[in-house]
């Protein structure tokens, strides 16, 4: 497989089997249910990120549990590493590399150094868990002279499911092999360097051999789980003024949260009254309800009931109380009130959403970071939220159980 030249530190062996010394699990796995013991859980989740070459990152996998969180100083590659995973669940989307690494030369390690043609790049993956058991995903890319993938490999239970190669660097195809396992072992065609072929296959795969539909099987195992992401950073200084009425699903960023309580306080009386609940734990003064009002001009604040006082705008409330109501509202709700493509045709059932929180515990005070992880850790038990955050210290983690802390400044 035709891969661009990458240098990045020495050599730290084989990346498939590479540790992190820096890594450690500081608390116990999420408790299991005597179901859990006995029934396997067939929901597709991403379940390790590899970084075998990528921006600061040299040859490591992170393990992602339930509830993970990257800890370390600035400059340690927090950031770094949900940049990876958030550009790995674009491409499962079926955006174009430019779309999923819109800046490629920083996903360059720094000493990476050029082969005779001058090309430059990165390499990166994951691996997906659910029914199909462990499907790894990995990918070569090249970031100069031009942009494209130069090789990806799907692999599971030991067997090479489809392998790509660029060939030809005058056209902008790469050669692909899939397993067919029927008169012929494999099939071949030509894909596009610039999208992920795993998520191509099941529009060139027939499914007509057993091996046909193990791929078929593996790559949409792969690109549910990947599909399956929110990346959320809440701004408080969008959150504190009216916003307009819409279609009440959660953006990144939660500029339009007032919009989504709207909907939610009507639609699930059961997930309102744990958000209710929650604020009373992480907000300053009595919490007997939170409400949404619509004003005249078509738009809809929110407010916190006091109770027996007046109640509280948005607008009021400090940058951590905000973080920590969006953080909550998003942990609570699920993908129907997230503003994220979801694979539709796929039961809730058999998949996971994982929800990216760069600066998880930006702004926030001990109390909100220890009861925002708790929730997220009651959300992780039940297997169908997943959290993956980055923090600057993580001691306050320590003794939560399901969550796994992962140095990366050690």
């Given amino acids: ?96 590399l430019l779309e999923a690494f819109p800046d490629p030369l920083a996903c360059v390690p720094q000493r990476a150094r050029p082969d005779a043609g001058g090309r430059r790049g990165f390499r990166i993956g994951c691996t997906a868990d659910g029914a199909e058991g462990p499907v790894r995903l990995d990918i070569a890319v090249q970031a100069e002279p031009d942009l494209r993938i130069v090789g990806e490999r799907l692999t599971a239970g030991g067997i090479v499911l489809l392998q790509s190669a660029l060939r030809d660097p005058g056209r902008r195809t790469v050669q692909a092999a899939w397993h067919t396992a029927g008169s012929a072992p494999v099939t071949r065609a030509p894909l596009p360097d610039d999208r992920l072929g795993t998520a191509l296959l099941p529009l060139r795969v027939a499914g007509k051999t057993d091996g046909q539909r193990h791929v078929l099987a593996a790559a949409e195992q792969m690109v549910v789980a990947l599909r399956s992401v929110f990346a959320c950073d809440p701004r408080p200084e969008c959150m504190r003024t009216p916003v307009p009425t819409g279609s009440g699903r959660l953006l990144p960023g939660c500029d339009n949260l007032a919009d989504v309580l709207w909907r939610t306080r009507a639609e699930c009386g059961r997930r309102h009254g744990l958000l209710v609940e929650a604020l009373r734990a992480g907000c300053a003064g009595p919490v007997a309800d939170m409400v949404a009002e619509p004003l005249s001009d078509g738009t809809v604040r929110a407010l916190l009931d006091r109770g027996d006082g007046p109640r509280t705008e948005l607008a009021r409330l400090g940058d951590g109380e905000l973080r920590y109501l969006a953080l909550t509202l998003v942990l609570l709700t699920g993908p129907g009130v997230l503003d994220l493509d979801a694979p539709g045709e796929v039961p809730d059932a058999l998949r996971t959403l994982t929800v990216l929180a760069d600066g998880l515990d930006r702004c926030l005070d001990p109390r909100q970071r220890r009861e925002l992880l708790r929730t997220a850790a009651r959300m992780g038990e039940r297997g169908h939220i997943r959290c993956v955050g980055a923090v600057s210290d993580a001691s306050w983690a320590a003794g939560v159980a399901g969550v796994t802390v992962v140095h990366l400044d050690a």
Avoid: N, W
């Avoid at 590899?50 to 340690?76: K, M, Y």
């Fill in 1 to 96: 497989m035709a891969v661009p030249s990458v240098s990045a530190g020495p050599s730290l062996g084989d990346a498939s089997t590479a540790t992190v010394p820096a890594q450690s699990r500081e608390s116990s796995e999420s408790r299991e249910s005597p179901e859990s013991r006995t029934c396997p859980d067939v929901r597709a989740r991403i379940t390790e990120l590899r970084l075998s070459a990528f921006a600061g990152h040299r040859r490591v996998g992170f393990p992602l549990g339930s509830v993970t969180l990257f800890a370390g100083h600035s400059g340690a590659g927090k950031t770094t590493a949900l940049a990876a995973y958030e550009a790995l669940a674009r491409l499962g989307g079926g955006a174009s």
